[in-house]
Nanobody, 120 residues
Framework: QVQLVESGGGLVQPGGSLRLSCAAS????????MGWYRQAPGKQRDMVAS???????YHADSVKGRFTISRDNAKNTVYLEMNSLKPEDTAVYYC??????????????WGQGTQVTVSS
């Protein structure tokens, strides 16, 4: 059994910073791509950033230059450093990972979501 556990969300003022973390645990053989998505009320879930197992990154245009994704392969953990936060960044942020378990089965996993609210 594999699970993703997120932490680091909260309330922050515009211009502030937050760091999200997501750790994968369980019967893991290998973690492939990891990423962050977000979903604001009444909107679809959109990709924010992703990172391959070799460290190649992608950032959505809306967060480029403000957010940075990184990972620690030894800890099976992905991070999202968020700076210069804006009210439009308010959303529930979800961690995603493609994981091969010890039974040689590869599938997508999602975290439970963490709320990020940017407001004065």
């Amino acid at each position: 059994q594999v699970q993703l556990v997120e932490s680091g969300g909260g309330l922050v003022q515009p211009g502030g910073s937050l760091r999200l973390s997501c750790a994968a645990s369980g019967h893991i053989f290998k973690v492939y791509a990891m990423g962050w998505y977000r979903q604001a009320p009444g909107k679809q879930r959109d990709m924010v950033a992703s990172i391959s197992s070799l460290g190649t990154t992608y950032h959505a245009d809306s967060v480029k230059g403000r957010f940075t994704i990184s990972r620690d392969n030894a800890k099976n953990t992905v991070y999202l450093e968020m700076n210069s936060l804006k009210p439009e960044d308010t959303a529930v942020y979800y961690c995603h990972a493609q994981i091969e378990d010890t039974g040689w089965s590869t599938r997508d996993y999602w975290g439970q979501g963490t709320q990020v609210t940017v407001s004065s």
